[in-house]
DNA sequence: GCCGTTTTCGGCCCGACTGTTTTCAGTCG
């Protein structure tokens, strides 16, 4: 039975532990690495990792050969990778925590564990507060001390939503930039990347003065803590828990930091690799001809890339997905833009109890951002006994008032356990746009109650696919290749949700059904005005998941969409 | 352990910082 398998999180999971394990052992940091690619690879892959394992598929994805597949195996033949269940009865599981502690590292981890005895995190503590590992060579105080002070804090990390930390960085650099001695000011990092949460909040700016521009800014009015402070680096923390780094630059090579500090590590690494085999060795302050010494720097990113044969990469895509290839043979997709999209497809009202603005206020504020037409579509459960009906005088005097702008008939479904909806199919077939989602018992087969609501005569969309929450649930795992097929088969679509702590479907699921030839909605799932604007968000999950205007439904009319949708 | 318009074998990115050091290993981004 295909629901006994192994989920791809938890094969990920013991594919990262034993890397950490083969890294205390003191393995070549090569095969260490290829199994941590490998579990990278496996937690953002779309289709069921041991399914296709077993039917000798699994190979075929990037990371993963003949012998990583063959464990993969093992987990579902015995639970467990053989190699990990040796290495687990030999290295104490005390001492694989040791590696969540910042600045201890796999060597340092060893020679506690073996040269100290120290098995656990606790003995750990006393020995740092005893001073004890400053008995071994390379060690002393200052490290006994960082333990201690990392042991103190909270353990689990939560990263920082974009939504949260984009306008945030925004508004420091439109700061920065006012500042008289800067010259150039840019966000980096994963920010500009539009990853869908963030750790720092990365900012680099070239300046006359680069210390009075540092100066400046470990002195905002927000900043709580600053933790490092130099002429070119600083780092502060903000009142509400945000890091950000600033690092200034000479303005000749601002190209090639910009292009560093943007990253990611996976593409920079791709760019390095791809310059070595040309005789270039790349950094951030220029490249570097090997053979003649001769280093050459980029004031803009553009110029980097096309000296070193590539177009001009749009940061969503630099996360070493094939990108530099497509960009050297000129196939980078033109990305869908938020001006590219005619209407939103998921939103609610006060006819939701959740919902804050009423259907007027949230289609006149849709209109007014220059849409053509919104579809409401408020949870089926609270439209019972009259109040569909009810909703749709309302809708229709609306229509009347706004035309040529179009309020559609929509309505969000819940898809049962068993893959029925909550709602009448002679009530359903009244509407223009029907989502259906998941909302509950999320464990209880997935995949076949998508497959069955797609199935359904009336249901035009899934919304929110997997249904995770960040920070607060994985969302469930579907066999994402059988649900694009019968979105194909029925002309169903899938969202993306451009909702905070949604973003789902995420990147890599997005891109595949792209790649499949099926259409995605990008929609807000607004329960109030201000949320309109998360479509950014949705927009920069589209782009991620290299998504042009043609693949996503609503860049098209209405009329265009009623020509696609089934019945 | 993976992978291939220089390779089925022999490679597999670059630099800064830190702590502990008389020249560097380990860690991090």
């Known amino acids: 039975m295909a629901t006994t398998l192994p989920r791809n999180a938890q094969v990920a999971e013991q594919f990262d532990l034993l890397a950490d394990l083969l890294e205390l052992e003191g393995e070549q940091q090569f095969r260490v690495l290829a199994y941590r690619r490998a579990a990278d690879t496996i937690r953002t892959s779309g289709s069921p990792i041991a399914q296709l394992a077993v039917e000798g598929k699994a190979k075929d994805l990037p990371g993963i050969g003949q012998t990583i597949q063959s464990k993969i195996v093992q987990i579902v033949d015995k639970g467990e990778i053989e190699a990990l269940t040796k290495r687990k009865s030999t290295i104490p599981a005390g001492v694989a925590d040791f590696l969540r502690i910042p600045a201890l590292g796999p060597k340092t981890a060893r020679r506690i564990w073996q040269d100290l005895g120290i098995e656990t995190v606790d003995d750990l503590r006393k020995a740092a507060e005893a001073e004890q590992l400053r008995t071994l060579p390379g060690l002393g105080a200052k490290t006994e001390e960082r333990i201690l002070k990392a042991l103190d804090e909270t353990p689990v990390e939560q990263r920082t939503l974009l939504a949260v930390a984009l306008p945030a960085v925004l508004a420091v650099v439109e700061v920065l930039r006012e500042h008289k001695a800067s010259n150039e000011v840019s966000e980096a990092g994963s920010v500009r990347r539009r990853t869908e949460t963030v750790k720092d909040l990365d900012i680099i700016a070239t300046a006359d003065d680069p210390g009075a521009l540092t100066a400046y800014f470990t002195k905002l009015r927000w900043v709580a803590e600053v933790e490092a402070k130099g002429k070119t680096k600083a780092t502060v923390v903000s009142h509400d828990g945000l890091r950000f780094d600033l690092r200034v630059v000479p303005p000749d090579a601002y190209g090639n930091l910009l292009q560093h500090f943007t990253g990611?590590?996976?593409?920079?690494?791709?760019?390095?690799?791809?310059?070595?085999?040309?005789?270039?060795?790349?950094?951030?302050?220029?490249?570097?001809?090997?053979?003649?010494?001769?280093?050459?720097?980029?004031?803009?990113?553009?110029?980097?890339?096309?000296?070193?044969?590539?177009?001009?990469?749009?940061?969503?895509?630099?996360?070493?997905?094939?990108?530099?290839?497509?960009?050297?043979?000129?196939?980078?997709?033109?990305?869908?833009?938020?001006?590219?999209?005619?209407?939103?497809?998921?939103?609610?009202?006060?006819?939701?109890?959740?919902?804050?603005?009423?259907?007027?206020?949230?289609?006149e504020a849709a209109k007014a951002r220059g849409y053509a037409y919104?579809?409401?579509?408020?949870?089926?459960?609270?439209?019972?006994?009259?109040?569909?009906?009810?909703?749709?005088?309302?809708?229709?005097?609306?229509?009347?008032?706004?035309?040529?702008?179009?309020?559609?008939?929509?309505?969000?479904?819940?898809?049962?356990?068993?893959?029925?909806?909550?709602?009448?199919?002679?009530?359903?077939?009244?509407?223009?746009?029907?989502?259906?989602?998941?909302?509950?018992?999320?464990?209880?087969?997935?995949?076949?109650?998508?497959?069955?609501?797609?199935?359904?005569?009336?249901?035009?969309?899934?919304?929110?696919?997997?249904?995770?929450?960040?920070?607060?649930?994985?969302?469930?795992?579907?066999?994402?290749?059988?649900?694009?097929?019968?979105?194909?088969?029925?002309?169903?679509?899938?969202?993306?949700?451009?909702?905070?702590?949604?973003?789902?479907?995420?990147?890599?699921?997005?891109?595949?059904?792209?790649?499949?030839?099926?259409?995605?909605?990008?929609?807000?799932?607004?329960?109030?005005?201000?949320?309109?604007?998360?479509?950014?968000?949705?927009?920069?999950?589209?782009?991620?998941?290299?998504?042009?205007?043609?693949?996503?439904?609503?860049?098209?009319?209405?009329?265009?969409?009623?020509?696609?949708?089934?019945?």
């Open 264 to 363: 990611s590590k996976a593409h920079n690494v791709a760019l390095r690799e791809d310059a070595v085999r040309r005789g270039l060795s790349i950094s951030e302050y220029g490249v570097k001809e090997v053979e003649s010494g001769e280093v050459w720097t980029a004031r803009t990113e553009e110029e980097l890339y096309e000296r070193l044969g590539y177009r001009w990469i749009p940061p969503e895509l630099r996360e070493g997905r094939g990108e530099l290839k497509a960009a050297a043979n000129g196939e980078l997709p033109p990305l869908v833009e938020t001006g590219d999209l005619k209407g939103d497809l998921h939103m609610h009202s006060t006819w939701s109890n959740d919902g804050k603005n009423t259907l007027e206020e949230m289609v």
């Open 374 to 567: 919104v579809a409401v579509t408020d949870h089926a459960h609270y439209l019972r006994e009259g109040r569909f009906d009810a909703q749709f005088e309302e809708v229709e005097a609306l229509n009347e008032r706004l035309s040529p702008f179009r309020i559609l008939r929509g309505i969000e479904v819940s898809i049962r356990v068993d893959g029925s909806l909550d709602f009448p199919d002679d009530d359903l077939v009244k509407c223009d746009w029907v989502m259906a989602s998941l909302h509950s018992a999320f464990e209880k087969s997935p995949t076949e109650r998508l497959l069955s609501a797609m199935e359904h005569p009336h249901v035009d969309c899934i919304g929110h696919p997997t249904a995770r929450k960040l920070n607060r649930r994985q969302g469930v795992e579907l066999d994402l290749d059988r649900v694009i097929a019968k979105g194909l088969e029925t002309n169903t679509f899938l969202e993306i949700n451009s909702q905070p702590d949604r973003l789902d479907l995420r990147d890599t699921h997005a891109k595949r059904a792209g790649e499949a030839g099926l259409m995605l909605a990008i929609s807000t799932d607004s329960h109030e005005l201000g949320a309109l604007d998360f479509v950014e968000l949705g927009i920069a999950q589209a782009r991620r998941a290299w998504l042009t205007k043609d693949q996503i439904l609503n860049t098209r009319t209405w009329k265009q969409i009623e020509r696609l949708k089934k019945s």
